[in-house]
């Protein structure tokens, strides 16, 4: 698995440090308000895991699976492989995702759980990577900007693996094909 990587771009050590600083920020801007943590699988699944514990406050938890299909297209529709279990009208909302990429899938997700009517929705992203954005994503939380290359490892995969990884790296190329 390791020998497939190209470089490191966030180490164990960073990841620790700044999800420890997130979940700080959270909890200082979330403070007596009871928090739903929603995490998007399954890339946010190991992001999710760790924030959840940097955060001092009552939180519960939820999961979805979305799949976007037409991205390139304006209906870029998005479907639910798994929706909320929860209902979210009147309450705080913190969507916890791996990636924003080309902001396609999170613009849609806002969209559809906004008409939820959430008391407040918003999102953390552990990595994002603005040279690529198409759609406008306001993400009030971020974990590291990333250039333009496909990463993997701490939740990220490419074709299911390397999810396991403890640091972000970017895959030789020859790991495409
Ligand atoms: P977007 O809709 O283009 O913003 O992309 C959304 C999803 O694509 C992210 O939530 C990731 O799951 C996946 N993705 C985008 N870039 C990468 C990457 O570099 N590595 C792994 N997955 C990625
Ligand atoms: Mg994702």
Redesign the pocket.
């Given at each position: 698995m390791h020998k497939d990587i190209e470089k490191v771009l966030v180490t164990e050590t960073q990841l620790q440090e700044r999800v420890a600083e997130l979940g700080r920020q959270i909890t200082a801007d979330y403070a007596g308000k009871p928090l739903l943590l929603v995490g998007?699988l399954k890339?946010a699944a190991v992001f999710m895991a760790d924030l959840m514990r940097a955060i001092d406050l009552d939180v519960e938890t939820d999961y979805l699976v979305v799949s976007?299909y037409g991205?390139n297209t304006k209906a870029g529709e998005l479907t639910f492989g798994k929706d909320l279990s929860v209902d979210i009208a009147g309450r705080d909302v913190l969507i916890v995702?791996?990636?924003?990429?080309?902001?396609?899938?999170?613009h849609r997700l806002l969209e559809v759980l906004a008409e939820r009517q959430p008391r407040s929705l918003a999102v953390a992203s552990l990595l994002s990577?603005p040279s690529?954005r198409e759609k406008e994503v306001k993400a009030k939380y971020i974990g590291f900007e990333v250039p333009n290359?496909?990463?993997?490892g701490y939740g990220?995969?490419?074709a299911e693996k390397y999810r396991n990884l403890p640091y972000v790296g970017v895959l030789h190329h020859e790991c495409y094909s």
């Amino acid at each position: 698995m390791h020998k497939d990587i190209e470089k490191v771009l966030v180490t164990e050590t960073q990841l620790q440090e700044r999800v420890a600083e997130l979940g700080r920020q959270i909890t200082a801007d979330y403070a007596g308000k009871p928090l739903l943590l929603v995490g998007v699988l399954k890339g946010a699944a190991v992001f999710m895991a760790d924030l959840m514990r940097a955060i001092d406050l009552d939180v519960e938890t939820d999961y979805l699976v979305v799949s976007s299909y037409g991205l390139n297209t304006k209906a870029g529709e998005l479907t639910f492989g798994k929706d909320l279990s929860v209902d979210i009208a009147g309450r705080d909302v913190l969507i916890v995702e791996d990636m924003i990429d080309t902001g396609s899938t999170m613009h849609r997700l806002l969209e559809v759980l906004a008409e939820r009517q959430p008391r407040s929705l918003a999102v953390a992203s552990l990595l994002s990577k603005p040279s690529r954005r198409e759609k406008e994503v306001k993400a009030k939380y971020i974990g590291f900007e990333v250039p333009n290359e496909f990463v993997v490892g701490y939740g990220l995969d490419f074709a299911e693996k390397y999810r396991n990884l403890p640091y972000v790296g970017v895959l030789h190329h020859e790991c495409y094909s």
